[in-house]
Each structure stands twice: as C-alpha cells, then as structure tokens.
C-alpha cells in the first residue's frame, strides 16, 4: 500500500490558498475543494492529475443516458454505471485507509468511504443534469435525488442500490440507535460535506498517533473554512505542542483562550495554564 507523502511547503501554501478561495466563493465547488484536499495529503497529485481527475467525471457523466426520467430513473442509471459497470463500492477494509477519503485515489482504486463515494455520485449525476445532493444521515452518508415529496435515496457504499422505504431508518438505526427525523433527510451544503471529510481524515490520525502529521493538516483545512467549530483551534494547539512547536501551541492556546474566556472564564483560565506550560518545555 502506498503511503501518500505531504506536498513541499510551498505548493501546501498554494494548495491552502485556492482551498480558502475556493470555500468562500458564492457556489463552492465540490470536487475542486476535495482534489486540493487530496493534493494536501498526497504530495503525488499535481495539477495533471487534478485535471485528470475531474476530465474522469466528466467521461463518466457522458455515459449515462439523456435524462431518463424521474429521481428513481436516476438513481438506477448511476448504480448502473458506476456501482455495477465501474465496480464503485465500499467495504469494511476502507475505513482503515486514508486513502478512502482522498478523491483521486477513489476514483483510481473505486473504493472509498461513504461519502467520498457519494461525492463520485453527486459530481457525475451533477454533471449530467440530475436533480442531486448528499444526503449526512447519522453514522452514514448517502445521496438524494429528486424534491422531497418524491425523495429516492442510493446508497453508493454499497453499489449505489435504491434504498426502499424503511432502509434509511435502519441505517440510522444501526449507526446510532435513533430513529429517522425527516430533518436527517435535507440536502447536505458542500462545505458541511467538506467538513465531514475532513473530520473522517482527523479520526483516522487519531487512532494513528504516529501520523500527527495528518491530523494537523487536517485540522488546518477545516480551520479554512467559513464556518467551523471553535475547538478546532485548541485542537491545533494541542498537535503543534506534541509536535515540539512549543512557541506556536502556545500561541495558539492564548489566542483560543480569548475566545473561551468571553462565556466561560475558568476554562480559559485553564487554557491559559496548559499554554504557560507549553512556554516552559522552551527551556
């Protein structure tokens, strides 16, 4: 299994640039904001395999029929193509590879992780004219098409099949033990899908404490986006002091401390210790 390796500094700087540009334009792009993602982690994707990437969603959005018909007619075109004659799918064994939530490399291997393969669904099906969107339920993702009074859900990690009427709560079900809210059932905005990709990235580091590395990037991506949770920062200051950046951890810990002492003092307070002691491990 190849190891994606990081970019050189200065192309990650680029990379960040667009990435930030590309979150806060009018109508975000979503593959373009995945691909630099996956430039991000894998130093192997340049600008041609960018490129290459997206001329592939556009070969395999000219393969599907002109408009067949309603969301269920889509919905079974793309199974057809991609689940059934491109073999794109997902499997226990992918939850365990960063690579399953890297575009390019979905795209190549034809596995990945839910979302990144409703990503593949969403940019093709979009790419030909389907009414389409994500679909975050709880613990699983999978994508919409149609308005809501004729919804019809495909469950691309496992081939793109139709989901029937009770399959959506028992996804549900089995991810979280909840039942179905038909708030569950809204489309899904690009950036929150970004966010959602790059959360599944950090959990994978954290199990990984040796790849603090990808976490950070990880973490430092999110941090591009528009909106965002506070946390994040206190997250990043914490991997900059286990990466032995003392001075920049600290930093980074006063300045959330600022944001967390505007409702709760003590906290900060608390924040504002764990930065002292990262100032002293300087000396």
Same mark, same amino acid.
């Given at each position: ?46 600008e041609a395999g960018i ?147 790059? =959360? =599944? ?20 991506l999110s941090l591009l ?57 300087? =000396?």
């Amino acid at each position: 299994m190849r190891l994606p390796h990081p970019p050189p500094p200065e192309r990650s700087a680029e990379l960040r640039r667009r990435f930030a540009e590309e979150a806060r334009s009018e109508r975000p792009d979503l593959s373009a904001l995945c691909l630099l993602l996956g430039a991000e982690a894998d130093g192997g994707l340049d600008e041609a395999g960018i490129d290459a990437a997206q001329i592939e969603l556009d070969e395999l959005a000219g393969r599907l029929p002109f408009r067949p018909g309603g969301p269920r007619s889509w919905a079974v075109a793309l199974r057809e193509l991609l689940g059934e004659r491109c073999g794109f799918r997902g499997s226990a064994a992918d939850y365990q590879r960063l690579e399953s939530s890297l575009l390019h490399e979905v795209l190549r291997r034809r596995r990945g992780l839910p979302i990144l393969l409703s990503v593949v669904w969403m940019e093709v099906a979009r790419r030909a004219g389907a009414p389409v969107y994500g679909v975050a339920l709880p613990g699983h993702f999978v994508v919409g098409f149609g308005a809501a009074e004729e919804q019809v859900l495909a469950d691309p990690f496992d081939g793109g099949r139709v989901l029937a009427g009770a399959d959506a709560e028992l996804l549900v079900a089995g991810a979280t033990g909840a039942s179905l809210d038909p708030s569950m059932l809204v489309p899904a905005d690009p950036l929150d899908v970004v966010l959602r990709i790059l =959360n =599944n990235v950090r959990a994978w580091a954290a199990a990984r404490p040796e790849r603090s590395d990808v976490a950070l990037w990880a973490v430092e991506l999110s941090l591009l986006l528009p909106s965002h949770p506070a946390r994040l920062r206190y997250e990043r200051a914490q991997l900059l002091v286990e990466r032995g950046d003392f001075l920049a951890g600290a930093a980074e810990l006063e300045a959330y401390a600022e944001v967390v002492g505007a409702v709760d003092e003590g906290a900060a307070e608390r924040v504002r210790g764990q930065a002292r002691a990262a100032r002293a491990l300087l =000396n």
